[in-house]
């Protein structure tokens, strides 16, 4: 069965404290890894789209990295207004191009 | 500059009532998605639309019909709401295997 997971669930950061977010996959065949980003009460934002392992994008402070089995987002030193909760998604071979979502993690980061 | 339009943005039904969600997409997108997310449950697909004229089952479907009504258009109904069906619904929309832009959603309550 095709299954995102995402970790951690929770991230509390100080401003400036870097880290990352990890979502490993299991799939029958990966056609693209997608990243979000959901503020509350809003729909998700698209933020990143990777194909291939060894692929990596960057937008400010953050950049998405790709493997076979995980991929990651580096959030470098982080502001107040990155706390959102982020979502990773998959897109599957012979899905018709439906998305499997990850439970997301949800980032504090304080001033 | 729409992008994908949901409409209610708020509901409230009773136990039994009927309802149909609306969402619109103006990007000539193929694929259409609808999601319900729940606290700790992530964004779950109930059912999507690869192109006009077709419709598949997602990972949660019972309780709930759609209908591709054109490119644009893409309703989910509930035929007879219960209150598990309380959740914030989410429609989507994509070029087959890229990256999906959502709508803001609708909050269902269902008492």
């Known amino acids: 069965e095709d299954q995102v997971t995402q970790s951690p669930e929770a991230l509390r950061l100080q401003e400036g404290e870097s880290s990352s977010l990890n979502c490993s996959y299991t799939?029958?065949?990966?056609?693209?890894l997608f990243w979000y980003r959901q503020d509350p009460g809003k729909g998700p934002e698209f933020l990143f789209t990777?194909?291939?392992a060894g692929e990596e994008k960057e937008k400010e402070r953050l950049k998405a990295t790709l493997t076979k089995k995980e991929s990651f987002l580096h959030i470098t030193a982080p502001k107040p207004e990155d706390s959102a909760t982020y979502l990773c998604?998959?897109?599957?071979?012979?899905?018709?191009?439906?998305?499997?979502f990850g439970q997301g993690t949800t980032l504090q980061v304080k001033p | 500059n729409a992008g994908v339009t949901q409409t209610p943005k708020f509901q409230v039904l009773k136990t039994g009532q009927s309802m149909t969600l609306q969402c619109a997409q103006d990007m000539n997108h193929n694929s259409m998605y609808w999601y319900r997310q729940d606290p700790g449950m992530g964004l779950r697909l109930i059912y999507y639309?690869?192109?006009?004229?077709?419709?598949d089952k997602g990972e949660v479907p019972n309780g709930y019909n759609v209908s591709r009504l054109n490119k644009r258009e893409f309703s989910l109904r509930l035929e007879s709401a219960a209150p598990s069906q309380t959740s914030v619904y989410f429609c989507?929309?994509?070029?087959?295997?890229?990256?999906?832009?959502f709508g803001q959603g609708t909050r269902l309550t269902v008492v």
């Open positions: 998604a998959v897109s599957v071979s012979g899905n018709t191009g439906k998305l499997i």
């Open positions: 639309s690869a192109s006009e004229g077709t419709t």
């Open positions: 799939v029958s065949g990966l056609r693209g």
């Open positions: 989507a929309s994509s070029r087959q295997n890229t990256e999906a832009f």
């Open positions: 990777l194909y291939s």
